[in-house]
Each structure stands twice: as C-alpha cells, then as structure tokens.
T-cell receptor
Framework: DAKTTQPPSMDCAEGRAANLPCNHSTISGNEYVYWYRQIHSQGPQYIIHGLKNNETNEMASLIITEDRKSSTLILPHATLRDTAVYYCIVEGSYGGSQGNLIFGKGTKLSVKP | DAGITQSPRYKITETGRQVTLMCHQTWSHSYMFWYRQDLGHGLRLIYYSAAADITDKGEVPDGYVVSRSKTENFPLTLESATRSQTSVYFC??????????????FGEGSRLTVL
C-alpha cells in the first residue's frame, strides 16, 4: 500500500494558487517526499521532491511540516494546463532494495476558468 | 532524439499469446522501471532494474518476465497473456534510483488489450 494519503479530488480557479495536501505520517527519517503529476493519458511527470526543507522550482513549491508527517504542494498560479492527477509519493522499498516509488491514487486537480 | 521510448504504443492480443513490450532510453540511466496502470489502482510497480543484468520484483510481478542485457533496453514480456493483464504499461528510467537523485523519466505508455 502507498504510504501517503491524499484527497481524491480538488478544484481550483484559474490564476489562483492550488494547494494540494498529503499526509505521510509513517515516513522514515531518510525517506524523501516526491510529487509527480499525470496529465490525461500521458506518462507521469516529475514536479519536485524534498527531505526536510521547503523546496521551490519553476513549477511549484513544496512545504514539508517540521515533523515531516505531512506536506503541501503549491502551484502558485494554476492554469487550465495544470489539470491533472497529482501523486504524492514517499520513497518505498521492496525486499530491502531501495530506489522504488510507490504511486497511490493521487488527487485529481481540476482547474476551472 | 534523446529520451525514453516505448513500443508498441498500442497492442491487441489474445489470451495465451506471448507479448513483449519494449523500452529504450538514450541517457544511459542505470535504473529502469516498469509500471502498470489500471482504473482504480493508480500506478503499480512490476519490475525494476538497477543496472544491466540486475533486476528485481516490484509490487505485482506475477505473469511477467524482464531482462536487461544492455543498459539502454528493458523489455517486459508477458509469457502467456491473460485478460487481467489488459492495462497501460509505463516504462521509466532514472540516473541512480531515487533518494536525493530526483526524477524518474517516464515513457508515453503502451496500451495493451488482451482478448
């Protein structure tokens, strides 16, 4: 099972900030939080990732709480092209080997005019 | 062009037939992954590979076989296709797994229908 919990859907008005929450209460100290998105029928696209500190890039900002049990992805000025399913992922492992990402069901963000 | 490509993009086959989905990347990334995506399940990891000749099972490996004789290729074979393997398959690669190395690069997907 995915290690994260996200709302199944959210709406956002075009031009406004979209704030997508994610709970990961069982995250371990050395596990990263990743965000990906998937626009309909396309392969997932990397957005941002972080460990403890807040991160920002040209696409989004990632705010991680001090206890690391939750995070928020912020799209500062959402556009219609940001309509997609957004996945919050905590790095997982199988059989002791690391390097895998376990995708949950994500949040379907609908940006409306 | 540089990137990650999957073939075929669309495939229809019959139950019991062998099917191979190809994945090719031009970055010389060490890690490669195969995911399947079904309605209501999101993406689930089938197999991954940390380097040539090194592969390991993911969440849903049953019914699939992989090989990695060359760094750039990571084919996925369904030795005897079943209807439950009807899905969209995504291949991905990354420079050195996850951790602080950042992103996975995904292909455009291969849509497989098993009749």
């Amino acid at each position: 099972d995915a290690k994260t919990t996200q709302p199944p859907s959210m709406d956002c008005a075009e031009g406004r900030a979209a704030n997508l929450p994610c709970n990961h209460s069982t995250i371990s100290g050395n596990e990263y939080v990743y965000w990906y998105r998937q626009i309909h029928s396309q392969g997932p696209q990397y957005i941002i990732h972080g460990l403890k500190n807040n991160e920002t890039n040209e696409m989004a900002s990632l705010i991680i709480t001090e206890d690391r049990k939750s995070s928020t992805l912020i799209l500062p000025h959402a556009t219609l092209r940001d309509t997609a399913v957004y996945y919050c992922i905590v790095e997982g492992s199988y059989g002791g080997s690391q390097g895998n990402l376990i995708f949950g069901k994500g949040t379907k963000l609908s940006v409306k005019p | 062009d540089a990137g990650i490509t999957q073939s075929p993009r669309y495939k229809i086959t019959e139950t019991g037939r062998q099917v191979t989905l190809m994945c090719h990347q031009t970055w010389s990334h060490s890690y490669m992954f195969w995911y399947r995506q079904d309605l209501g399940h999101g993406l689930r990891l089938i197999y991954y590979s940390a380097a040539a000749d090194i592969t390991d099972k993911g969440e849903v490996p049953d019914g699939y076989v992989v090989s990695r004789s060359k760094t750039e290729n990571f084919p996925l074979t369904l030795e005897s296709a079943t209807r439950s393997q009807t899905s969209v398959y995504f291949c991905a690669s990354s420079e050195s797994g996850t951790g602080d190395t950042g992103e996975l690069f995904f292909g455009e997907g291969s849509r497989l229908t098993v009749l």
